[in-house]
């Protein structure tokens, strides 16, 4: 089975059988679904929902099933074809939409689309959203437009530019001290739509920008994922051309991760990190990220003087955290960053805005600045799941067998040791159980993961 139907998203693979994959059929049936939740939610005459795709293969193909099956319910679609997530949930509200669909699979490899879903915020539903809306799918009672009513397709081709705008108006991003460092960056664009975005943010900042895949061609060069044993091209074009850092981001641009003069990962954990120390600075208060992300947030905003909170997986979880406690700044620790004055979304084109203007503040090496962090150390391990795996069951067992230590159970299992910790969960985006672990070094981080994955193992052949 790869189509998963979670709080991410309807996500799966292109091709094979109708309700196993993302096929058409399956396409055209959660982009009913949500039209038709949408039409229950607001009582109007004319309903519009913006609509964009990262530069995936299947992009055009799931794009055009999705826009007509919405025209065909009766619903205007803008049409921004090739574009990011930040950028569609930006253009909602600019556009007083009542929705917004993506069409990306985030950082899963080209094979993978995924419909995922927007509010009138520009917002991504929720979990009780979301189930209404897999109801309506399974309840084959969807009701369609007359001929006099379809709805019409419009094309907009300049919200990149309209959100790289609304990046540059923020106050804290400070544009005339970044145009005075004279930064040279080298991007990884993935051959998606980041390798148009961000070098026309780059442009605009007057930072010279070297391009590595940019183009969008759906044709990832390596694991779209953006982790270090897929950026050594990356690393090695940062030395080579004597650049400041590296930029790399994943397909739809809503994960950011640097690498630094020499060529080492900045570490995607740190990307949060790093902006967030930038935006308490100048705004102290209060922070939120996700159970799998690293301590060193929390370190940071204490510093700062304000309080830091853990939300459960998943930007909508992070995103109701950080309105409850008031957050400045929030995100999840695979370089995801969210900043409220700007959008509840995570938004890479942000993140490199408050970088930049961050390192033009301090005028350090992204290396002395990735030093002056406190230090700590991930594993991020995952296992296959197989259809005999009862995932609930090994969850327990875990948790019984650490109940001595501190064990949070809001999303999957958490268990925090004194210098460590080790989150289990299932995940929401592919058919795998995460195995995240956090140490004061990479070895000790690796040898909880090795050591939780053993005893997984274990319990799992019992």
């Not at 994959?21 to 982009?31: C, E, H, Q, S």
């Not at 779209?224 to 930029?247: N, Q, R, W, Y």
Request: proline content about 3%; overall charge negative.
């Amino acid at each position: 089975m790869t189509l998963i139907k979670s709080i991410s998203g309807i996500r799966g693979t292109i091709g094979g059988a109708v309700g196993d994959n993302l096929t058409p059929i399956d396409a055209v049936k959660f982009a009913s679904a949500y039209g038709v939740w949408l039409k229950g939610q607001y009582k109007k005459e004319n309903y519009r929902v913006v609509v964009g795709r990262d530069a995936r293969i299947s992009g055009e193909m799931i794009q055009n099933l999705v826009m007509n099956t919405l025209v065909g319910l009766g619903i205007h679609v803008i049409d921004l074809g090739l574009s990011t997530t930040p950028t569609v949930e930006v253009a909602v509200p600019m556009e007083h939409a009542d929705g917004g669909i993506i069409l990306t699979a985030s950082h899963n490899p080209k094979e993978w689309n995924a419909l995922k879903l927007l509010n009138n915020k520009g917002e991504f539903l929720n979990g009780e959203e979301g189930a209404k809306i897999l109801a309506i799918a399974e309840s084959d009672t969807m009701s369609f437009a007359d001929v006099d009513s379809l709805g019409k397709i419009t094309k907009n081709d300049a919200y990149i530019d309209l959100h790289i705008d609304a990046v540059l108006d923020l106050k804290l991003v400070n544009k005339s001290a970044i145009e005075k460092a004279n930064f040279k960056v080298v991007v990884d664009g993935v051959n998606s739509t980041g390798g148009i975005a961000i070098p026309l943010l780059l442009e605009r900042l007057g930072v010279e920008c070297v391009k590595l895949y940019c183009e969008p061609t759906g044709h990832f060069p390596h694991n779209p994922e953006p982790l270090k044993e897929h950026l050594t091209d990356l690393s090695e074009a940062v030395v080579k051309e004597h650049a400041d850092f590296g930029i790399v981001v994943d397909p739809d641009v809503d994960r950011l991760a640097f690498i630094d003069e020499n060529g080492n990962m900045f570490g995607e954990e740190y990307t949060l990190v790093a902006c967030a120390d930038y935006v308490l600075r100048a705004t102290p208060g209060n922070t939120v990220s996700n159970m799998s992300s690293t301590r060193a947030l929390r370190d940071v905003t204490e510093q700062h003087g304000g309080t830091y909170e853990a939300s459960a997986v998943g930007e909508v979880n992070v995103v109701a955290l950080m309105k409850k406690n008031n957050a400045v700044i929030g995100g999840e620790g695979n370089g995801g960053i969210i900043y409220p004055e700007s959008h509840y979304g995570r938004d890479a084109l942000v993140g490199v805005a408050l970088f930049l203007s961050l390192l033009a503040d301090k005028k350090m090496s992204v290396s002395a600045l990735r030093a002056s962090y406190p230090n700590y150390f991930m594993s991020k391990k995952k296992i296959a799941l197989t259809p005999e795996l009862d995932v609930d069951a090994i969850l327990k067992a875990m948790e019984a067998k650490y109940s001595h230590e501190r064990v949070t159970t809001i999303d999957g299992v958490k268990i925090d040791f004194e210098d460590s910790w080790v989150h289990l969960r299932k995940s929401n985006t592919e058919p795998i159980i995460r195995v995240y672990t956090e140490a004061p070094s990479q070895e000790a981080a690796d040898a909880l993961a090795d050591k939780v994955i053993a005893e997984i193992k274990a319990v799992a052949n019992n």
